[in-house]
């Protein structure tokens, strides 16, 4: 197997089962998915609250289009808004992360009136036209501009140069509360309150895409609430479903006021808003994101012990938790697979990404910890 059939998605390990933080192959050996399938299940594979909503949802009433109310997602819709900073109070579902932040986008432009977007070096936001002109990386891009432009970036975790860049014509200011795919990259105290004063200031919409920090991974249900800064859009999806495709996007009201329509047709299905509502009442009645900051700070704390010298850093808030290596992170993921059972996820060339699933326990921590250790102190990863 080369590094890139591993990058590329063609892992060679053929699954068929998951329970709680394990994934099992048809071989029958378990992986222990440090990645959370890229943060996508928070309470673990299979969680049994969230398959018994779905089931029973899917044999009741499998779908029905958005202008029918019904229960599931009127059930969710409440969830969703209860979970976020009061006034974020109205909120719409679609399927994806990218879709939500394509719809944060055009609620922004049409709210404002302006067309002007603001985003962050490292940042990302999706594939699709809209939120990939919001996204950093050339890699992604090149090949398909010129795209929905109209973007200008300014380097993340900058609050002066963000306050600067916004003016009158600004729509948005998008940016994540702490950069997922562009590194685990935690900004300085204070950032995401300048950026709160700047677009208030400018009549802008500040977005904040909680697509990969939400759903309790950072300590609180959304990361911005340990900034205690509340944006004018939060977008959301990964683990909004505990699996499933879902997306949202909550606003507030001169937002939804000043919003021209939108919408998609699978846009709240009654399956997968039964799955949001049984992932967030799970989350919130058991309290996971406590837990989250808990296993967070075990985990960061054992691996600065263990690993030391042998890495440049360890950061990050809550199970959201980038190691940065002195070697490159694709091949230190690939011996934790095949060599450990251990699944990560690299987050750019040199940072090896955990993003456990919330209900990972001391013991499985622990596993994680002594593979870790493995990995990084031999010569070869
Ligand atoms: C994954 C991700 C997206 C894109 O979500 P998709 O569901 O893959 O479209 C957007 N923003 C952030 C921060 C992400 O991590």
Same mark, same amino acid.
């Given at each position: 197997?080369?590094?890139? %059939?591993?990058?590329?998605?063609?892992?060679?390990?053929? *699954? +068929?089962?998951?329970?709680?933080?394990?994934?099992?192959?048809?071989?029958? &050996?378990?992986?222990?998915?440090?990645?959370?399938?890229?943060?996508?299940?928070?309470?673990?594979?299979?969680?049994?609250?969230?398959?018994?909503?779905?089931?029973?949802?899917?044999?009741?009433? &499998?779908?029905? $289009?958005?202008?029918?109310?019904?229960?599931?997602? +009127?059930?969710?819709?409440?969830?969703?808004?209860?979970?976020? =900073? $009061?006034?974020?109070?109205?909120? !719409?579902?679609?399927?994806?992360?990218?879709?939500?932040?394509?719809?944060?986008?055009?609620?922004?432009?049409?709210?404002?009136?302006?067309?002007?977007?603001?985003?962050?070096?490292?940042?990302?936001? /999706?594939?699709?036209?809209?939120?990939?002109?919001?996204?950093?990386? $050339?890699?992604?891009?090149?090949?398909?501009?010129?795209?929905?432009?109209?973007?200008?970036?300014?380097?993340?975790? %900058?609050?002066?140069?963000?306050? %600067?860049?916004?003016?009158?014509?600004?729509? @948005?200011?998008?940016?994540?509360?702490?950069?997922?795919?562009?590194?685990?990259?935690?900004?300085?105290? #204070?950032?995401?309150?300048?950026?709160?004063?700047?677009?208030?200031?400018?009549?802008?919409?500040?977005?904040?895409?909680?697509?990969?920090?939400?759903?309790?991974?950072?300590?609180?249900? !959304?990361?911005?609430?340990?900034?205690?800064?509340?944006?004018?859009?939060?977008?959301? @999806?990964? /683990?909004?479903?505990?699996?499933?495709?879902?997306?949202?996007?909550?606003?507030?009201? !001169?937002?939804? %006021?000043?919003?021209?329509? =939108?919408?998609? &047709?699978?846009?709240? /299905?009654?399956?997968?808003?039964?799955?949001?509502?049984?992932?967030?009442?799970?989350?919130? +009645?058991?309290?996971?994101?406590?837990?989250?900051?808990?296993?967070?700070?075990?985990?960061?704390?054992?691996?600065?012990?263990?690993?030391?010298?042998?890495?440049?850093?360890?950061?990050?808030?809550?199970?959201?938790? /980038?190691?940065?290596?002195?070697? #490159?992170?694709?091949?230190?993921?690939?011996?934790?697979?095949?060599?450990?059972?251990?699944?990560?996820?690299?987050?750019?060339?040199?940072?090896?990404?955990? *993003?456990?699933?919330?209900?990972?326990?001391? +013991?499985?921590?622990?596993?994680?910890?002594?593979?870790?250790?493995?990995?990084?102190?031999?010569?070869?990863?």
């Amino acid at each position: 197997m080369s590094d890139h %059939d591993f990058i590329s998605g063609s892992k060679p390990i053929p *699954l +068929e089962r998951g329970e709680g933080s394990f994934l099992y192959s048809t071989d029958g &050996t378990e992986y222990l998915d440090a990645g959370a399938s890229y943060a996508c299940t928070p309470l673990g594979h299979s969680n049994p609250a969230v398959v018994d909503a779905v089931q029973e949802q899917v044999g009741k009433l &499998t779908f029905v $289009d958005s202008s029918f109310p019904v229960q599931s997602r +009127e059930d969710a819709y409440a969830a969703l808004v209860a979970s976020t =900073h $009061d006034g974020l109070d109205s909120a !719409w579902f679609c399927n994806s992360g990218t879709e939500a932040n394509e719809a944060a986008l055009k609620f922004a432009r049409s709210a404002t009136g302006n067309s002007k977007i603001i985003a962050a070096t490292r940042s990302f936001h /999706g594939r699709t036209m809209g939120s990939l002109a919001a996204t950093w990386k $050339d890699k992604y891009k090149k090949p398909f501009e010129p795209l929905a432009g109209d973007v200008e970036f300014v380097p993340y975790g %900058d609050g002066e140069e963000l306050a %600067d860049a916004v003016d009158e014509e600004t729509a @948005a200011v998008i940016l994540e509360p702490i950069q997922g795919e562009g590194g685990i990259n935690v900004p300085p105290a #204070g950032y995401l309150e300048r950026a709160r004063e700047a677009t208030e200031e400018a009549g802008a919409a500040l977005v904040f895409d909680e697509v990969q920090t939400g759903m309790g991974r950072t300590g609180q249900m !959304w990361a911005c609430q340990n900034a205690g800064v509340t944006p004018d859009i939060l977008t959301t @999806a990964k /683990g909004l479903g505990n699996g499933l495709p879902v997306g949202a996007v909550a606003v507030r009201d !001169w937002i939804a %006021d000043g919003a021209a329509s =939108h919408n998609a &047709t699978f846009s709240g /299905g009654p399956v997968v808003t039964a799955a949001v509502h049984a992932t967030i009442s799970t989350l919130v +009645e058991e309290e996971w994101p406590a837990h989250a900051a808990s296993m967070g700070d075990y985990l960061t704390t054992e691996l600065e012990a263990t690993l030391g010298d042998e890495v440049r850093e360890v950061r990050g808030e809550g199970l959201l938790i /980038g190691i940065e290596l002195k070697r #490159g992170a694709n091949r230190a993921a690939r011996d934790l697979a095949i060599n450990h059972q251990v699944l990560a996820l690299p987050a750019g060339r040199t940072v090896l990404r955990l *993003l456990p699933p919330l209900v990972i326990d001391q +013991e499985e921590a622990d596993q994680l910890i002594d593979a870790l250790g493995a990995v990084i102190a031999s010569d070869d990863s």
